[in-house]
């Protein structure tokens, strides 16, 4: 039984949405439902994973649009920190947004390196 070549990119789009939906609800959250953070740097590496992830999964989902899902990805963050200033419960951050473009930057270039030992190694 073979799968079809469409099923694993159906699977990695389903993937970057799932995730992009699970960001913006943990985003958010009102902080008492989030775990307690111990430094303030861990919000930053937090953004920069999932962002990272999401840029990972976007790139993947999406090959031919890598400056696509990189702007969208970095307008996202933004909407969400808009999102953030209008609840009573979080507020939005500049430096948040910044973390969330270091991850969107790290995770294109862990993919582009990927893709250029892929093509290294099909060479010879």
């Known amino acids: ?8 990119l159906l699977l990695t789009k389903s ?3 799932l995730c992009a939906v699970a960001v913006a609800v943990l985003s958010l959250l009102p902080m008492a439902y989030l775990p307690p953070q111990s430094f303030d740097i861990w919000d930053k590496s937090q953004h920069a994973g999932g962002f990272a992830m999401l840029a990972l999964l976007g790139h993947v989902a999406y090959p031919k649009n890598l400056w696509r899902v990189c702007l969208g990805l970095l307008t996202y963050g933004a909407m969400i920190e808009l999102a953030q200033t209008a609840t009573e419960w979080r ?3 500049e430096l948040d947004l910044l973390a969330d473009g270091v991850g969107v930057a ?6 582009t ?3 250029e030992i892929r093509m290294a190694l099909s060479r010879q």
Not at 1 to 8: I, K, T, W
Not at 106 to 111: N, S
Request: charged residues 10%; neutral net charge.
């Open 1 to 8: 039984m073979h799968s079809s070549p469409a099923l694993p």
């Open 15 to 17: 993937a970057f949405w």
């Open 91 to 93: 507020h939005g951050d």
């Open 106 to 111: 790290l995770g294109t270039a862990v993919l």
């Open 113 to 115: 390196v990927i893709r």
